[in-house]
């Protein structure tokens, strides 16, 4: 069974401070992997994703996330982080197999804190 | 475009009694999961329904069920609830076919066990 870890719990930045959030996964196999975040009062929603290709992904508002698959790590970038970042930020992984098997794991979660 | 949505927002129940939640899938998407996410934690997976049948189930009694209706809507059945059944009840929906599966979740409904 595969598993998620984010090693940053709580994380506290003043505005225009650069972003990264660590991520590792434990799985035997090839994996899909997905940055989701969630603002206060508001549902999950995605940031970004890796499916294959290029290893640097990039998403929504100025977000990059870099899978390295030799550290089995997907870390979360912002160069720049704003008030309204302040958020919950989550790590999930699936099998990347098409067998109807596709439950997410997700990591603990991340709680950003950005002073303004 | 609806995307997914989730009813009730909030409920409160007491121990030992059942609760049923209910997810209408983002429109086009024919499979659903349902998570749980207890407070300060990340979402557990629960079990995910593909054409009206269980696929794949996480670590979860049997207390938990579900259904997924020829319309692709679904529900979480918890029978016998737990004070710690209280958490975030989250359903995502996903297009089966696609090859990748990137799952768009709802806004959550909200369990309170007292």
């Known amino acids: 069974a595969q598993s998620v870890s984010q090693h940053n719990h709580h994380v506290i930045l003043s505005e225009a401070a650069s972003l990264e959030l660590g991520c590792n996964y434990s799985?035997?196999?090839?994996?899909?992997l997905f940055w989701y975040v969630q603002y206060p009062g508001q549902h999950l929603q995605l940031l970004l994703k890796?499916?294959?290709?290029?290893?640097l992904v990039k998403g929504i508002k100025g977000f990059e996330a870099e899978f390295i698959k030799s550290k089995f790590s997907f870390n979360l970038r912002k160069p720049s982080v704003q008030w309204s970042d302040t958020a919950e930020y989550f790590c999930a992984v699936n099998p990347a197999s098409y067998t109807g098997r596709r439950a997410l794991t997700f990591g603990s979660g991340t709680r950003l804190q950005v002073q303004p | 475009d609806a995307g997914v949505t989730q009813s009730p927002t909030h409920l409160i129940k007491t121990r030992g009694q059942q609760v049923t939640l209910r997810c209408s899938p983002k429109?086009?998407?024919?499979?659903v999961s349902w998570y749980q996410q207890a407070l300060g934690q990340g979402p557990q997976f629960i079990f995910q329904?593909?054409?009206?049948?269980?696929?794949q189930r996480g670590n979860f009694p049997d207390r938990f069920s579900g259904h997924q209706f020829p319309n692709y809507s679904s529900e979480l059945n918890v029978n016998a609830l737990l004070l710690g059944d209280s958490a975030l009840y989250l359903c995502?929906?996903?297009?089966?076919?696609?090859?990748?599966?990137?799952?768009?979740f709802g806004p959550g409904t909200r369990l309170t066990v007292l």
């Open positions: 329904y593909y054409e009206e049948e269980e696929r």
């Open positions: 429109s086009g998407h024919d499979t």
């Open positions: 890796y499916f294959s290709g290029d290893p």
């Open positions: 995502a929906s996903s297009l089966a076919r696609s090859s990748y599966n990137e799952q768009f």
């Open positions: 799985y035997g196999g090839t994996v899909n």
